[in-house]
């Protein structure tokens, strides 16, 4: 346990039994405040009564996850999320990998401003890009295909995780590439060797990133698609906003969060030590 674990986990000497009470409570607040609505809707999927009993269902059934996959279409929908998604976290990764890596280690005049100006490319909002993303779209023939949602899940998220692998990079010291280079290693080879196994935490937070960004933007997929054939999760979302029960939209909110967690849950300790790293670097 690190030393701010532990000078947490117990009153010591120099704090009192009520600052550590006081920490403690605002934990708990917190817990309470994210995981109470999360607890509802898994009462509600897995309730069959329209009178949810918090936190535990009075009727336990999985008749409304049936109802999501036979009637809803949930089931193309998570396939076509998951295409779009994974396909934008390793295009996105490997993208964000190689632009961070030539930021961190190019040497021109106004570096510094070009890092900040990637950062504050990613302030925009969304929607004021809606229509030249759309009117762009629709000339290059990507409407209502799985590239041109990929594609566009890319480039907004590339000014953040390439601003993220710049610092993780810069971690990194110049030497050990150098020593790569004299033993005859290309400058690809020497990223690939030397700078990847390095990084790999923050390619964890990045890919971790770039999975979530895809999986839950809502916007575009509503802008750019328009084929229910094609449609995601965060489509069907939209499409039973007003045609579904609440215990069917429990159900696809269910559906909806797992994949995310069982991710995050694959890759927690890559992304909790890539996000410390990170901050430490900022």
């Known amino acids: 346990m690190s030393a ?29 405040a994210f995981g109470a609505p999360f607890l509802w809707v898994v009462a509600a999927a897995l309730d069959k009564a329209q009178a949810t009993s918090w936190p535990w269902p009075k009727e336990p059934t999985l008749a409304n996850f049936r109802v999501l996959f036979d009637e809803r279409g949930a089931g193309r929908a998570l396939r076509n999320s998951l295409i779009v998604s994974g396909s934008t976290m390793i295009l996105a990764t490997a993208t964000a990998s190689l632009a961070g890596y ?23 909002p969304l929607a004021v890009t809606m229509v030249p993303i759309y009117d762009l779209a629709v000339r290059l023939n990507l409407d209502n295909t799985f590239r041109g949602l990929i594609l566009t899940h890319t480039a907004v998220t ?28 290309t400058v690809l080879r020497g990223w690939r060797d030397v700078v990847v196994p390095q990084t790999f ?46 215990q069917s939209a429990a159900a696809l909110g269910v559906l909806f969060v797992l994949p995310v967690l069982l991710l995050f849950l694959a890759l927690r300790r890559l992304m909790v030590r890539g996000l410390v790293e990170s901050a430490q670097g900022l």
Not at 9 to 19: F, K, N, Q, Y
């Open 158 to 185: 590339l000014p953040l995780l390439v601003w993220l692998m710049k610092n993780f990079c810069d971690a990194v010291p110049r030497d050990t590439e150098e020593a790569a280079w004299l033993d005859g290693a």
């Open 201 to 246: 935490a923050g390619i964890a937070v990045v890919a971790g990133f770039a999975f979530a960004n895809a999986w839950a933007e809502v916007l575009m997929v509503v802008v750019l698609v328009s084929d229910f054939a094609k449609g995601t999760l965060p489509f069907l979302f939209f499409d039973a906003a007003n045609n579904t029960d609440a």
């Open 102 to 124: 030539g930021l961190s280690r190019m040497t021109f005049r106004r570096k510094t401003w070009v890092a900040y100006a990637l950062l504050l490319l990613q302030t925009f």
């Open 4 to 32: 701010l674990g532990a000078s947490f986990s117990r009153p010591g000497r120099g704090r009192s039994r009520l600052e550590w009470l006081a920490v403690h409570a605002a934990l708990v607040v917190v817990i309470v």
